[in-house]
C-alpha cells in the first residue's frame, strides 16, 4: 500500500482547480522559476512537515515512490511560487484549500479505519469542502479584479494613443526619414572612394 502522502498529492492534483488551469496559460510568456531540491524541501518542511518527514523515510525504503512524491511536491511548490508572484494572498489562499483537501483526506483515512459509515465521512468532511469553495471564491473573484483592472489600464492606452495618434504617426515618419537619410549619406560616401581609386587607375 502507497504511503499516505503519494495518495495525498495525487488527488490534490486531480482534483479540479479551475485556478491552476488558468495560469499556466497566463505564465506562458513569464520567466519561469526553477526549484531546487533544496527548496522543495524547505518548502515542504514549512508548510506541510508532517509530509516532509514521511517523505524522508520514504527515500530510504521506496526509491521509486520518493521519486514519484518528489515530483508531485515539486508542482505544488512550483505552483505557489508562481502564484506568489502574482498575488501572495492567493498564494496563501491556495496552500490553504491544498491543506484542507490533506485534512479531508486523513479524515477519511481515519474512517476508513474506524469502520465509519459513509453518512458519517460525509458529515465530518462536508464543512472542510465548504470551506474550500469559500476559498476557490474567494480566488476566483480576486483574479477578477486583477483582470478587469488589466483590461482597464489597456483601455487607457488604447484611447491615449487615439488622442496622441497624429504625434505617433509624426514621430514614427520622422525615424523612417531619418534612416532613408542615412542611407543615401552612405551610397554617397561609397561614391566618393569608388571617384578616388579610379583617379589613380593603372597608376
Known sequence: MKHLFISLLLALFTLPFALADDHEEEYDHEEDIHLSSRDVAQFLKEHFPDQYQEMRELKEIEPEEFEEAYDEAYNLAHEYAMIKEESPQMAENFLEIEKAYIAI??????????????????????PKLNHIFELRHAMGKAELEMLEREVESFREEIESAEAAREEIIEEELQEILAEFDEHQNEEHDDSDEDEEDDEFDGF
Open 105 to 126: 483526506w486523513k479524515t477519511a483515512d481515519a474512517a476508513h479505519e474506524e469502520g465509519s459509515s459513509p453518512a458519517e465521512l460525509a458529515k465530518r468532511i462536508k
